[in-house]
């Protein structure tokens, strides 16, 4: 299993995580499957929630709302999915408190455009490599059979979304500048995990 | 056709539109086909992220995100349909000054729960309503064979939308005071519609 997420686009190798996932925190998230579960079912729908949030934004932006509409609408099916899961087991839906992982990412997006652009696609591709390593690890190591079997079929259509996130950037900005930006926020992401978060979380 | 989009709950009948669109309206749209093409891909984003809005807002009101969140991904599939419509004629998706008729809309959600959560779904479907009077008027008359075939297409999925929205309500809260706050809702739409705004936008 490659933690680091390395891809590679033409000669570019493009390293989203600088650290793996600790063990600590695979400890924590499988002796709390339901709390991550239910966690999982917010982080999909915020997901959904970033990329309508930038289609608005960014509403007359050529190529971006064809990329990101089919996305969020594939979030919003996860959504349904583990809710549906959720339900079958007694949980509805209710209210978690964040760990400080996605505002402390959100900190680090510069207010002026194109930065705020490039920032914005940057860290939803880190959020979304970060979620895709998570899930891999929970579709290994669940004991519960059911939540194997999600984690692994969310996996298949998770894996591109960071991908598509590092497309829309590499389509508008100077790779190298790119890449230089994605480095200093894979920094942010990775030391925003480095002391494990007290609840468990999909990204604690 | 029915224009009032009267619906018949149980013994209630539920009148949600107060005026017919008028003539004029009709008039403007068919003789601007692509200003309100995109601006109807903008209203079928918008209409995505309100029911998204309400899926954070209540995100632990059980039974909501459950019908909001298939909703949201219909309304992404019809904004994609036009979306690629527009490219097939050359044009992009690119940002519209926006009638006065949401924002006088949204001025009269009260701001203290639970009475907003009332008037937000009440005023979500009145927007919902009111599409769909139009689109059904554009189905039939508009002299441009793909735009009718895609108008009577999205129909069929957009007239279950307002029932979503009284259902929600009706689950909620009384039937008597919902009624009243609907005939009043209803009120402030019919009005906005009064004065023809000199753009031709789906909601002008």
Redesign the interface.
């Known amino acids: 299993m490659d933690h680091s997420k390395t891809k590679v686009f033409g000669k570019t190798k493009i390293r989203w995580l600088i650290n793996k996932t600790s063990d600590d925190w695979l400890r924590l998230a499988v002796s709390n499957p339901m709390e991550i579960l239910l966690d999982h079912a917010?982080c999909e729908?915020k997901a959904?929630?970033v990329a309508?949030q930038l289609?608005?934004r960014y509403?007359?932006e050529?190529g971006l709302?064809?990329v990101l509409?089919?996305l969020?609408?594939e979030e919003?099916?996860h959504?349904?999915r583990v809710?549906y899961i959720l339900r079958g087991r007694g949980q509805?839906?209710?209210?978690l408190a964040s760990p400080p992982y996605a505002s402390v990412l959100a900190k680090s997006i510069r207010k002026e455009e194109p930065k705020k652009m490039l920032d914005s696609f940057l860290v939803a591709g880190l959020i979304e490599a970060r979620s895709h390593e998570r899930m891999t690890l929970l579709s290994l190591h669940s004991p519960d059979h059911e939540l194997r079997t999600l984690y692994t079929d969310l996996l298949k259509s998770e894996a591109k979304h960071f991908g598509i996130y590092w497309k829309l950037a590499d389509e508008r900005f100077d790779r190298n500048i790119l890449i230089s930006r994605l480095e200093e926020l894979a920094k942010v992401e990775s030391d925003a995990l480095v002391e494990l978060h007290h609840e468990p979380r999909m990204h604690s």
Chains 1, 2 share one sequence.
Not at 92 to 95: A, H, I, M, V, Y
């Open positions: 917010h729908r959904a929630g309508l289609m608005f509403s007359s050529p709302s064809e509409s089919p969020a609408r919003l099916e959504f349904e809710l509805s839906l209710q209210k």
